[in-house]
């Protein structure tokens, strides 16, 4: 195979998505012919004069495992350029860093709870207004945009009432606005959706999720196509700092080797689950994207190469036993599991169970909760590889 194309930051842009996963970024070492990028554990890079060195001063700025690692994550979302950062949430916060006081932002009104942490504990403090709407209709974007639109934050599909926007129509809303489309990919990873491909300007993953996908490495990413974007962002992650150490790019580059097979897994076991409780008799409402009743089934077909493996449900009122409510009995449900383990995160390869209202979007006031349709009763499956027949009997049994 020609893998010319593989060691650029461009990749090869015909080759089939399987086999991107497997190269993209790698490149035997020449030194040793190890197949593995080598973890570069090493803070600093001695030079041969003052200025003249090989590509690399200091780790904060440079470090050949968390290159190979960028490289990789250009290639898997079909952009030119990849920066990892030490967390998902480093990567937000490093895009939001672009603007200034005054400055817009038009966000979903559901979102995870750590961005909307972030955007509202941490920097509207500085003067920058984040203006909340349903990006599920493209309208309520174009109507917020003001002469201060400079960035739309977009997730889709959203965390957790998965949600499902228009990449490609709000992408030409932003454009026109003269603002930035930032689409958190995170659910979707590479392997469903390329929101670059629709007109994104850059791309968001928690990389702790699907991209590591072994629950075992907290780091995040941004990728995109404009060079001077790419600029910025670099001076941003090299003088701020939030820059993963090369054991974690490590891991994360294993965890791509096997993004195509552990996401078909994902999808197949989602679309089980996701139909075996919605013809559970105690289950009320399922949200899962792949139903072709879902509001948002049309935009996620034509975007979407598949559904996910992430699923919301809650339970039906008229099935509790006498003396409890919605939230008590979704407490108990959520404790009851044994396959499915109760954390927060998602996408690793093991099964978990979450309760976001008091995990990972208790940061959100209840009443603004209730309000985007959050109840206090949901509970969010993240959808493992296991057999899917053992994760149904164990939803059974925690049901009843």
């Known amino acids: 195979?020609?893998?010319?194309?593989?060691?650029?930051?461009?990749?090869?842009?015909?080759?089939?998505?399987?086999?991107?996963?497997?190269?993209?970024?790698?490149?035997?070492?020449?030194?040793?012919?190890?197949?593995?990028?080598?973890?570069?554990?090493?803070?600093?890079?001695?030079?041969?004069?003052?200025?003249?060195?090989?590509?690399?001063?200091?780790?904060?700025?440079?470090?050949?495992?968390?290159k190979a690692l960028e490289e990789a994550f250009a290639i898997i979302e079909n952009g030119k350029f990849g920066l990892a950062f030490s967390s998902g949430v480093a990567a937000t916060d490093s895009v939001i860093k672009l603007l200034n006081p005054g400055d817009e932002v038009i966000c979903a009104s559901d979102m995870y709870g750590g961005s909307y942490r972030l955007f509202t504990k941490v920097w509207e403090r500085y003067g920058i207004k984040f203006i909340y709407v349903d990006t599920t209709d493209a309208a309520n974007v174009k109507a917020a945009v003001t002469a201060n639109t400079k960035l739309v934050w977009l997730e889709t599909p959203t965390n957790p009432l998965m949600n499902i926007s228009d990449i490609e129509a709000i992408a030409a809303i932003s454009k026109q606005a003269g603002a930035l489309l930032c689409v958190d990919n995170t659910f979707?990873?590479?392997?469903?959706?390329?929101?670059?491909?629709?007109?994104?300007?850059?791309?968001?993953?928690?990389?702790?999720?699907?991209?590591?996908?072994?629950?075992?490495?907290?780091?995040?990413?941004?990728?995109?196509?404009?060079?001077?974007?790419?600029?910025?962002?670099?001076?941003?992650?090299?003088?701020?700092?939030?820059?993963?150490?090369?054991?974690?790019?490590?891991?994360?580059?294993?965890?791509?080797?096997?993004?195509?097979?552990?996401?078909?897994?994902?999808?197949?076991?989602?679309?089980?689950?996701?139909?075996?409780?919605?013809?559970?008799?105690?289950?009320?409402?399922?949200?899962?994207?792949?139903?072709?009743?879902?509001?948002?089934?049309?935009?996620?077909?034509?975007?979407?190469?598949?559904?996910?493996?992430?699923?919301?449900?809650?339970?039906?009122?008229?099935?509790?036993?006498?003396?409890?409510?919605?939230?008590?009995?979704?407490?108990?449900?959520?404790?009851s599991t044994h396959l499915f383990s109760l954390a927060e995160s998602l996408g690793g390869v093991e099964s978990l169970i979450n309760h976001p209202a008091s995990m990972t979007h208790a940061s959100i006031p209840k009443e603004e909760r209730i309000k985007n349709g959050l109840s206090d009763s949901l509970i969010r499956l993240s959808v493992g590889i296991e057999d899917a027949d053992d994760l149904m009997e164990d939803l059974k049994k925690a049901i009843g």
């Not at 993209?24 to 803070?43: E, K, R």
């Not at 390329?194 to 907290?218: Q, R």
């Not at 989602?270 to 935009?299: C, M, Q, S, T």
């Not at 919605?326 to 108990?332: C, F, I, Q, Y």
């Open 188 to 335: 979707a990873s590479p392997y469903l959706q390329n929101p670059l491909d629709l007109g994104a300007d850059i791309v968001m993953h928690s990389v702790t999720k699907y991209l590591g996908g072994h629950s075992d490495v907290i780091q995040g990413c941004l990728m995109m196509n404009d060079a001077e974007l790419r600029e910025k962002l670099y001076f941003i992650q090299k003088s701020c700092g939030a820059v993963p150490g090369p054991m974690d790019c490590f891991l994360v580059l294993r965890g791509i080797k096997t993004l195509g097979v552990r996401m078909k897994a994902h999808c197949e076991n989602g679309k089980i689950i996701a139909n075996w409780l919605r013809n559970h008799p105690k289950v009320a409402k399922v949200y899962w994207p792949g139903f072709e009743d879902h509001p948002g089934y049309a935009v996620a077909k034509k975007q979407m190469r598949d559904f996910g493996g992430m699923i919301s449900f809650e339970l039906k009122n008229d099935s509790l036993p006498p003396g409890r409510d919605g939230v008590d009995e979704a407490k108990r449900v959520l404790s």
């Open 1 to 66: 195979m020609d893998t010319t194309n593989l060691n650029s930051p461009l990749g090869d842009r015909g080759m089939k998505l399987a086999t991107k996963l497997i190269h993209a970024g790698a490149t035997p070492d020449p030194s040793t012919g190890a197949i593995m990028t080598p973890i570069y554990q090493t803070s600093t890079y001695v030079q041969e004069a003052p200025g003249v060195h090989k590509g690399f001063e200091y780790a904060r700025s440079q470090n050949p495992t968390r």
